[in-house]
């Protein structure tokens, strides 16, 4: 046995303690006191000047607008998001504050001297999910064995950013081994929601979401292997893009299961603006930086504008309006679709139901895949430090303990990978046939992120965990992205009645709703395009988010 998680905890704890500047903090007396939605936390504090709350607010491109203008410096803004994302440090992991004030001092200078932007994102902060290594600091993923190793080569994406402009100052908390969709470890112990403290910011990339809708980011990346952008994204009320795998470049990006290739994680970029998403798209997929040169694995394809075209046609969504064969979603979801579908046909847009055939199915054979290859993978190193294991990740230690980890032989992952390719070639038979008689082919699909709007600390850790409605298309390789429709309203969405539930599953999921507890948690969806249709998901969502205003 190892060294205790308690004894490596403290000692990364007491790390990040460290480097944090006393002034940075919240008045003692404040933090006694805080609301149940903390993104009101900046504002209301009269923690932050005028100025600083002017930057922590601005989107990404006026910051960078501003700053390319010398109205702004880039040490001025890193100084606000430092302290920004202090105000929320149970997201934090590792602090970079000391590095970012240096880079933000020579983006000054150069600008001051060249009279030009080093690159498309220069002097803006970004803040990473934990697992994007950046040397010497640890890349944790919520265990033990990572907590206070210190690391040696950047992902390749940090790397792109950084040649790009940006500013790195924080690492933001993700859950044991990336693989829960609340944000909790040993390690850091538990981050809550921006909207609802009593609430999950959704995982894995839980602090990335909280921060970001905190004001504590102006842009943030995340990974996805089962819905790790797309839940936080949600629970947050953000925009969050999960990509099709090789879109975006992977290599060197710390991993829960390290090796596996059987469904693929991504990374992509979280915000609260879909501006944001695109502008990082055309930075990091340019011709100029090439990351298709740098990573085997990503795809020779630039981003491309004007995927609709006309730009004025009209689209056709398939919907997911209630329940995915198995889980139902709450009732302010429900609403949230059907302000949805109203706001696209009002806008001269088709909407019609999508049947979701196999989506369970799907989810099963992705969830299953990830605790045969993952039992040995996560369990044989927290077990080396005497972790305790979450609710939620007990199936992994069944496999590890059953000695199901590390004996997967050649003829099951056959089996695994022809029941993949089957369900992936069956969902691109059917969307193609939307084209039959005549139709124009379906454009992409609406549905929820998660049955919740975010739920209740824990409940996840329970028999009613569920990444349905993300997992299928990771299962498929599809890409995705959030968008918030509104907030739950306690006086209009009522709990169901005259209703039938699919299962015992879903009778416990829709118990668990209180439309007093989750008022005001945002309700937010996601739209689904087909493979390297990237591009196309960001236009339709800001079409979506156009029409929702209107």
Known sequence: MGQNYKEIAAIALARRKAAIPTH??????????????????????????????????????????????????????????????????????????????????????YIEKEHKVIGPLHGLPISLKDCMVTPPHPSSIGMACYANEETSEATVLVSILAKLGAVFYVKTAVPVAMMMMET??????????????????????????????????????G?????????????????????????????????????????????GP????????????????????????????CLAVPWRSGTINPPSRKLRFGIISDNDGEISAHPPIVRGLAMT?????????????????????????????????????????????????????????????????????????????????????????????????GNQIMDGIILPASPWTAPRLGVTQTDIFCVNYTGVFNLLDYPACTFPVTFTDKDVDKVRTDWKPLNKKDEALQADYDPEFYHGTPVALQCVGRRLEDEKVLDMVEIIANALRM
């Not at 894995?204 to 979401?209: A, H, K």
């Not at 501006?275 to 740098?294: F, I, R």
């Not at 993952?374 to 927290?382: P, Q």
Request: proline letters at 5%; one cysteine or more.
């Open 24 to 109: 940075y903090l919240l008045p003692s007396e404040y933090l006694q006191n805080l609301p149940r939605n903390v993104t009101t936390v900046p504002k209301d504090s009269k923690h932050f000047t005028t100025h600083e709350l002017e930057i922590i607010e601005a989107e990404a491109a006026d910051i960078l607008e501003k700053i390319a203008t010398r109205a702004w410096t880039s040490t001025e803004v890193t100084k606000a998001f430092c302290k920004a994302s202090i105000v929320a440090n149970q997201l934090v992991t590792e602090i970079l504050f000391s590095e970012a004030l240096k880079r933000a001092q020579f983006l000054d200078d």
């Open 270 to 297: 979280m915000s609260r603006s879909i501006d944001t998403l695109k502008l990082y798209c055309q930075a990091v997929l340019s011709n100029e930086v090439s990351p298709w040169n740098l990573d085997p694995k």
């Open 223 to 267: 990974t996805d292997i089962g819905g790790s952008i797309r839940i936080p994204s949600a629970f947050n009320g953000l925009y969050g893009l999960k990509p099709t795998f090789g879109r975006f470049p992977v290599y060197g990006t710390k991993s829960g299961i390290t090796g596996q290739d059987f469904i693929f994680s991504n990374n």
């Open 184 to 221: 909790n470890s040993n390690i850091w112990g538990e981050t809550t929601g921006a909207y609802h403290s009593g609430c999950s910011p959704g995982g894995s990339s839980g602090g990335e979401g909280a921060l970001l809708a905190m004001r504590g980011s102006p842009l943030g990346v």
């Open 341 to 437: 579908k109203k706001a696209l046909e009002k806008a001269g847009h088709e909407v019609f139901e999508w049947s979701p055939n196999n989506h369970p199915e799907m989810v099963r054979e992705m969830n299953n895949s990830f605790y045969t290859l993952g039992g040995a993978a996560i369990l044989g190193l927290t077990k080396e430090h005497d972790e305790p294991v979450f609710g939620s990740m007990k199936s992994y230690e069944r496999a590890y303990e059953q000695g199901e980890h590390g004996t997967l032989g050649p003829t099951k992952l056959r089996e695994m990978i022809t029941a993949r390719n089957g369900f992936q070639k069956e969902y691109l038979d059917r969307w193609n046939a939307t084209a039959e008689d």
